[in-house]
Structures are given as C-alpha cells and as structure tokens.
C-alpha cells in the first residue's frame, strides 16, 4: 500500500522559507513520478511541482522562480524547498506518487494528511 507523509510545515512571515517533506513506503520510489498539491479551504486541488524520472521537473507559474522540488532516493523522501514566500502560498501542502502527478482528480487527502503552511503579511 502507497504511504505518503507529508511534514516541515509551518508559520512563518512572507518573504520566509520553509522545506517540506513527504517519506514515501509501499512502492518503488525510485520508479516514480511524485508531485506536490496544495488546497486552499473551499478552493481546488492545486498542483504546485513534481519531478519526473529523468530529474526534469514542472512548477506551477505561481511558485516558479520560488520554490525547488528535489527527491533523495536513498532516503524515498520527497522535498518541496519554498523562499520567498507569500501569503498566497497559504495552504495545507500534499504530496502525491504517478497517477497522482498524470490524472485529473482531487488528489489532495488521496494518501496523506498534508502539512499546513501559513504565511503573514
């Protein structure tokens, strides 16, 4: 069974950093495509990045130039490094595995419990 578990979540001010997490189990991490959603309350299942198996990687224009996705493999552990942040970026953050990056669906919630992250003016 797929596990995701998202963490590094958190208050910070806009202009602030946070790097998030997702430790993945139940599949071959090496072998998959993973991404990151964020969902604001009562808006739509966003996706934000995700990295592909040859390393090349999409951003959403809103986060692009601002936020990196990386993956380290030995550890089957997904990250989201966000700089300079805004308070638009308020949401709670979800990581998601192959289907999850390439069918339309509301994936946030689909495998974990996401990570809150807010950000002040």
């Known amino acids: 069974e797929v596990q995701l578990v998202e963490s590094g979540g958190g208050s910070v001010q806009a202009g602030g950093s946070l790097r998030l997490s997702c430790t993945a189990s139940?599949?071959?991490?090496?072998?998959?495509?993973m991404g990151w959603y964020r969902q604001v309350p009562g808006n739509e299942c966003e996706l934000v990045s995700s990295?592909?198996?040859?390393?090349?990687?999409y951003y959403a224009d809103s986060v692009k130039g601002r936020f990196t996705i990386s993956q380290d493999n030995a550890n089957s552990t997904l990250y989201l490094q966000m700089n300079s942040l805004k308070p638009e970026d308020t949401a709670v953050y979800y990581c998601?595995?192959?289907?999850?990056?390439?069918?339309?669906?509301?994936?946030?919630?689909?495998w974990g419990q996401g990570t809150q992250v807010t950000v002040s003016s």
């Open positions: 998601v595995a192959d289907k999850g990056v390439y069918v339309d669906y509301d994936w946030c919630g689909y």
């Open positions: 139940g599949f071959t991490f090496d072998d998959s495509v």
């Open positions: 990295i592909s198996l040859d390393g090349s990687v």
